[in-house]
């Protein structure tokens, strides 16, 4: 079963308007953290957010806010005022595993496109 | 500034070659991870290392082997490659601990193999 679940292949957003990226979890983990990453055709994976699940607050970042629904499971990544530049694949991940062997386990993205 | 480099960003090899893709970190960090990229089937992990020497089977470790021999460096080895392995090859690299413990990646190997 996908522990990671992307369920927008694509999606479209006008300049300057806001857009959401949805992404449902499922781990039986107390602990565990969230992370987006995105990448654009140059093919380089850029950190942009992360959630922690203990954390009481939403994590933003500049534009990027994370919205965390922990009894949905979900955090839906919210891109407000959208930029040409923000076209790219975009990968909801969650950490798991403790010490060394922790690692992380990626949706299978979405496509971003922001059209002008 | 942290980087992870990797030794090419294009590579085109035939059939039964050894192919070797290097990863170096500057950033002192124990853990290292190599993962391939397909459409439609996001980042799946290969092979990961939290120490020199130590590495740890991921979710596809067939046809592949790795290589850490020292802290910064970090090899993916096909053996025998085969058509199937056309992919990208992305490295990483965070700290054991502390903070969120983000990986930090590399800037991709687009792998063809004829």
């Known amino acids: 079963a996908q522990k990671i679940t992307q369920t927008q292949p694509g999606m479209f957003v006008q300049e300057k308007e806001a857009v959401t990226l949805d992404c449902t979890y499922d781990?039986?983990?107390?602990?565990?953290?969230l992370f987006w990453y995105k990448q654009p055709s140059s093919g380089e994976m850029i950190f942009l957010i992360y959630?922690?699940?203990?954390?009481?607050q939403n994590a933003t970042e500049g534009r990027y806010s994370l919205n965390f629904q922990k009894a949905r499971k979900s955090a839906n990544l919210v891109i407000s005022a959208s930029q040409l530049g923000d076209s790219a694949m975009y990968f909801c991940?969650?950490?798991?595993?403790?010490?060394?062997?922790?690692?992380?386990?990626f949706g299978k993205g979405t496509k971003l496109t922001v059209n002008p | 500034d942290v980087k992870v480099t990797q030794s090419s960003r294009y590579l085109v090899k035939r059939t039964g070659e050894k192919v070797f893709l290097e990863c170096v970190q500057d950033?002192?960090?124990?853990?290292m991870f190599w993962y391939r990229q397909d459409p439609g089937l996001g980042l799946r992990l290969i092979y990961f290392?939290?120490?020199?020497?130590?590495?740890e089977k991921g979710d596809i470790p067939e046809g592949y082997s790795v290589s850490r021999e020292k802290k910064e460096r970090f090899s993916l080895i096909l053996e025998s490659a085969s058509t199937n392995q056309t992919s990208m090859y992305l490295c990483?690299?965070?700290?054991?601990?502390?903070?969120?413990?983000?990986?930090?990646f590399g800037p991709g190997t687009r792998l063809t193999v004829l």
């Open positions: 990483a690299s965070r700290r054991l601990a502390g903070g969120h413990r983000k990986q930090f």
């Open positions: 781990t039986s983990d107390q602990s565990y953290g």
């Open positions: 290392s939290y120490d020199v020497k130590m590495k």
């Open positions: 959630q922690g699940s203990y954390d009481e």
């Open positions: 991940a969650m950490r798991e595993g403790q010490g060394g062997s922790e690692k992380l386990v």
């Open positions: 950033m002192d960090h124990e853990n």
